[in-house]
């Protein structure tokens, strides 16, 4: 999948997404940071390690906001 076709559907709001997070690394990071930006719901499968637990554990530390 190009670069193109993974940003073919942004901007289009009849299209329902959401970013499921399971395991993944800097790179997850920065598809969640960006998600969130476009408000795309984000799903974090806690327990399953790396970034979806780093973001679990600091929630829980900080909070949601």
């Known amino acids: 999948e190009s670069k193109s076709e993974a940003n073919s559907y942004e901007g289009n709001s009849d299209i329902p997404m959401i970013l499921v997070c399971v395991n993944g690394g800097y790179n997850t990071l920065r598809h969640v940071e960006e998600s969130l930006k476009r408000n795309v719901p984000v799903l974090i499968m806690a327990g399953s390690?790396?970034?979806?637990d780093l973001i679990v554990n600091a929630m829980a530390e900080y909070g949601s906001e």
């Open 49 to 52: 390690k790396g970034a979806a």
